[in-house]
């Protein structure tokens, strides 16, 4: 029976008779195309004005291109140095590292404390035994 190919039979429904709009799918259709028209018939009553500068107004001049460039993309650039040199400058003239220094050294790198002592943990303090904290040997 693997190879044989059974019959399938799908009951077929009656054929239903197309429905009557209802008030609701008209209103939907209207509302739909006025939303649809809005925009051009609003960019269309739009055209008109593009006039003449006012009078007392300075008259219009081309942007020059090497202007128009120093403007789009060397105000940009200019603050991205900006907040560059704001957030490394302070570490630079404290004389932190700003990248792991990775020359030489075979295996991953060191975990590192993020917000702990600077000098590693030869600055915190010894535990007591009087002391009821947890830890990885400790006791509860």
């Known amino acids: 029976m693997g190879d044989t190919l059974l019959h399938v039979t799908?009951?077929?429904?009656p054929t239903q008779t197309p429905r009557r709009s209802s008030p609701h799918a008209h209103a939907r259709r209207v509302r739909r195309a006025a939303?649809?028209?809005?925009?051009?018939?609003?960019a269309l009553l739009a055209a008109p004005a593009s006039a003449d500068v006012p009078d007392g107004w300075a008259p219009v001049t081309d942007v020059d291109d090497l202007h128009a460039l120093?403007?789009?993309?060397?105000?940009?650039?200019?603050?991205f140095v900006l907040i560059a040199l704001a957030v490394y400058l302070p570490a630079m003239v404290r004389g932190e590292k700003l990248l792991p220094d990775h020359t030489g050294s075979q295996h991953l790198p060191e975990g590192q404390w993020i917000g702990g002592p600077r000098q590693g943990v030869a600055e915190l303090p010894a535990a007591d035994d009087d002391s009821r904290a947890g830890g990885a040997r400790g006791s509860w």
Do not use: I
């Open 70 to 79: 120093l403007l789009l993309v060397g105000g940009p650039l200019l603050l």
């Open 35 to 42: 939303v649809l028209t809005t925009a051009p018939v609003l």
């Open 10 to 13: 799908t009951p077929v429904s």
